[in-house]
T-cell receptor, first 114, second 114 residues
Framework: GENVEQHPSTLSVQEGDSAVIKCTYS??????FPWYKQELGKGPQLIID?????GEKKDQRIAVTLNKTAKHFSLHITETQPEDSAVYFC?????????????FGQGTTLQVKP | DAGVIQSPRHEVTEMGQEVTLRCKPI?????LFWYRQTMMRGLELLIY????????DSGMPEDRFSAKMPNASFSTLKIQPSEPRDSAVYFC????????????FGPGTRLTVT
């Protein structure tokens, strides 16, 4: 089955700096890679996603890149702000099923220092 | 739409008691997922339903856990008898097959078993 590894587990940056979180996956059949942001006391919220036919996607200060050959994808946050502080999860759609089942990484706690 | 609704938001119970968690998915969504989140194990998929039918329950820890979806707008996750190691945050998420990639999470139920 699919396995998703996420690094780093914690990340601390200064406000205004960039943050990068990386994930690798094992199943070459996976074709969808979402990123979720979880704030304290809340459920994960989808912030950006990428499909396997695209190499990069941007949405304002956040971007995601995908390298299918190497089976890794990354989240990039530029000009970080204190409100970006949260836990971020990457996920990969289980390629063996046709049901949208997601396999999640272990999460990265991002702290943006003012 | 109000989003995915979960109740209760917090539950404290004694070991051995029965616990029932409830979820109302987003109207029109035909997939429903139950997750458990702990510091040690991260976000784990317990079970998911398609059109009210359980598809994959391989993540259910043991026979003490059971889940039902009697109709398209309601699902329950039951633990009987509960144990301290069941303490976690339980999330429900839903999605729709035509946009089946995007899972929408509820706010979660924080369960504490003493």
């Amino acid at each position: 089955g699919e396995n998703v590894e996420q690094h780093p587990s914690t990340l601390s940056v200064q406000e205004g700096d960039s943050a990068v979180i990386k994930c690798t996956y094992s199943d070459s059949a996976s074709n969808y890679f979402p990123w979720y942001k979880q704030e304290l006391g809340k459920g994960p919220q989808l912030i950006i996603d990428i499909r396997s036919n695209v190499g990069e996607k941007k949405d304002q200060r956040i971007a995601v890149t995908l390298n299918k050959t190497a089976k890794h994808f990354s989240l990039h946050i530029t000009e970080t702000q204190p409100e970006d502080s949260a836990v971020y999860f990457c996920a990969a759609r289980d390629g063996s099923s046709n049901t949208g089942k997601l396999i999640f990484g272990q999460g990265t706690t991002l702290q943006v220092k003012p | 739409d109000a989003g995915v609704i979960q109740s209760p938001r917090h539950e404290v119970t004694e070991m051995g008691q029965e616990v029932t968690l409830r979820c109302k998915p987003i109207s029109g969504h035909d997939y429903l997922f139950w997750y458990r989140q702990t510091m040690m194990r991260g976000l784990e998929l317990l079970i998911y339903f398609n059109n009210n039918v359980p598809i994959d329950d391989s993540g259910m820890p043991e026979d003490r856990f059971s889940a039902k979806m009697p109709n398209a707008s309601f699902s329950t996750l039951k633990i009987q008898p509960s144990e301290p190691r069941d303490s976690a945050v339980y999330f429900c998420a839903s999605t729709y097959r035509l946009t089946y990639y995007e899972q929408y999470f509820g706010p979660g139920t924080r369960l504490t078993v003493t």
